[in-house]
């Protein structure tokens, strides 16, 4: 693992659920990063020429190279430090259950939140197509406490901050749906030391 002299860089956007699950990952696995807040009116040009797309989280590493998709930047820092097994888990069902979220959810959530920007599309339908995913995961959470069983593994710091997202869409909605098992997850994952660190407001950061 690098020394305090030699820390990675990661461009980053605090609310943004893919950066938020790229530092919770981070920040468990004990890499030492230090972070750059982008501002998406004025994206740096060291991040676009390092990684053209333009999307954060980007890790760059020491050798030159970088990563620029969350969850590539998950599976780097698990493979470095693992402390409580979070990939000790189904490999093939945790990334069944990514994809789905990062597919169809987030597609759903998308337009669900920002209609506006879908002028030639219906969103009419795409609360309750968040609704059903929603429904699948409380119906693993009522089973156990975490998505992938008694502990919290990947599957929950991937795809939680999308929940969340989706939740405050519409709070009072979200907290009426008879989702228990879901609802408290959700808290019980806001609450956690974890997330509070990653959302200290003007982290420049993480150990
Ligand atoms: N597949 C990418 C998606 C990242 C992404 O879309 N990030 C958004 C912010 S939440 C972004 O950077 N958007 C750039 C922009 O809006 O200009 C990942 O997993 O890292």
Partial sequence: MNDTNDRYYLYSFRRCPYAMRARMAL?????????????FKNKPARLLEMSPKGTVPVLCLHDGSVIDESLDIINWALNENDPEGWLDTDAA?????????????????DRYKYPNRYPDEDCSNARATGQKFLEDLNHRLTENSWLMGVRKTKADIAIFPFIRQFANTDREWFDALPLKALQNWLQKNLDSDLFQTIMKKDLTHLN
Avoid: H, P
């Fill in 27 to 39: 920040f468990y696995s004990g890499i030492q990063v230090d972070i750059e807040e982008v501002d």
């Fill in 93 to 109: 069902e945790t990334q069944r259950l990514i994809q789905k979220n990062d597919g169809t959810f987030k597609k759903a959530l």
